[in-house]
């Protein structure tokens, strides 16, 4: 089971990012995909997570309006779409499955203990 994230770089305030994760070694629509950050000094944070069913579900507050996620299960791959970023975006992006039984499709856990596979993040700056 391996997940790789992909799509980072820098980009300046306002910008836009597509971030994408996919997924080899099982089928992925029976896993909700879930995105998480981790800034420099600061503890890991959830961003977004997409369940099996394609329901998507926020984690913070402050990329609402501003993040979406989506996933193509044809390709094995969720992407992460980020608009009007801001510096404060800056971090290292990690993608990570839960492996879910069919009557939790529906369902994202609330925290990242809760995700079983990790890919290996990739870096996003966001430059003022």
């Known amino acids: 089971v391996q997940l790789q994230a992909s799509g980072g770089g820098l980009v300046q305030a306002g910008g836009s990012l597509r971030l994408s994760c996919t997924a080899s070694g099982f089928t992925s629509d029976y896993y909700a995909i879930g995105w998480f950050r981790q800034a420099p000094g600061k503890e890991r944070e959830g961003v977004l997570c997409?369940?099996?069913?394609?329901?998507?579900?926020y984690y913070t507050d402050s990329v609402k309006g501003r993040f979406t996620i989506s996933r193509d299960n044809a390709k094995n791959t969720v992407y992460l779409e980020m608009n009007s970023l801001k510096p404060e975006d800056t971090a290292v992006y990690y993608c990570?499955?839960?492996?879910?039984?069919?009557?939790?499709?529906?369902?994202?856990?609330?925290?990242?203990?809760?995700?079983?596979?990790w890919g290996q993040g990739t870096q996003v700056t966001v430059s003022s």
């Open positions: 997409i369940s099996a069913s394609g329901d998507s579900t």
């Open positions: 990570a499955a839960d492996r879910v039984s069919p009557i939790f499709r529906r369902l994202c856990k609330p925290g990242a203990a809760d995700f079983d596979y």
